[in-house]
């Protein structure tokens, strides 16, 4: 098993529909994240959960909801999204939050909205 | 707003140069500067990182600079190969608790590596 596994990699949605993303990690890490990867921009980081709990969410619309039922899972749920919502999103774990830098990202979920 | 620039935006570098890439910031409580590289297809993998007490880190080919009185870090990667060729990010780390924490991220620099 890799790192940390994210599905589906690829995902194309209308603007009504309802879906998740998916991610596991195998590395016994207590932090999980989701950033969200868009051309021209940095790497934005959108929630952070630290045993299970959120400790982050930086002013991500509602249409974007997180769910992290243990240490190893983390979802993200999609609804009503924006055509500008489309981009690569990213899972990523750490040991600890204490210690964001030395992340693990998964491969990716590239998501597009028409 | 907290900043990392970096530059440049593209590289291009013949098989065996040196490749550089430069990242400067703003705010000086930051400690913590990791350099992430990532493969068309895949998520960012660290790669090398530095502390602000430590004005140099090689790891095999790849070595970070650091200038804490310039308030610039640098990744050099010397004999570079056409396995390099990827997007190179840097990253800075806030110091204290909480949201001051996160990783501030530079836009990126694509490298690519002629054979």
């Known amino acids: 098993e890799t790192g940390v596994t994210q599905t589906p990699r690829h995902l194309v949605m209308g603007m009504t529909n309802k879906k998740s993303l998916k991610c596991e990690q195998h590395?016994?890490?207590?932090?999980m994240y989701w950033y969200k990867q868009s051309a021209k921009k940095p790497l934005e980081l959108m929630f952070v959960y630290n045993f299970k709990e959120q400790t982050e969410n930086n002013s991500v619309p509602s249409r974007f909801s997180p769910e992290c039922p243990n240490s190893s899972h983390l979802f993200l749920h999609l609804h009503t999204l924006q055509p500008e919502d489309s981009a690569l999103y990213l899972c990523a774990s750490s040991q600890d939050e204490g210690r964001p830098g030395e992340l693990f990202f998964g491969e990716g979920s590239r998501l597009t909205v028409l | 707003q907290q900043q990392v620039k970096q530059s440049p935006q593209s590289l291009i570098v013949q098989k065996g140069g040196i490749s550089i890439i430069n990242c400067a910031y703003e705010?000086?409580?930051?400690?913590?500067f990791p350099w992430y590289q990532q493969f068309p297809g895949k998520g960012p993998a660290l790669l090398i990182a530095?502390?602000?007490d430590v004005s140099e880190k090689k790891e095999g080919r790849f070595t970070i600079s650091f200038n804490k009185s310039a308030k610039q870090f640098s990744l050099h990667i010397m004999d570079s190969q056409p396995g390099d060729s990827a997007t190179y990010f840097c990253a800075a780390r806030g110091q204290g608790a909480g949201n001051n924490r996160k990783l501030i991220w530079g836009l990126g620099t694509s490298l690519a590596v002629n054979p």
């Open positions: 590395l016994g890490h207590n932090a």
């Open positions: 530095i502390r602000p």
């Open positions: 705010n000086t409580a930051f400690d913590y």
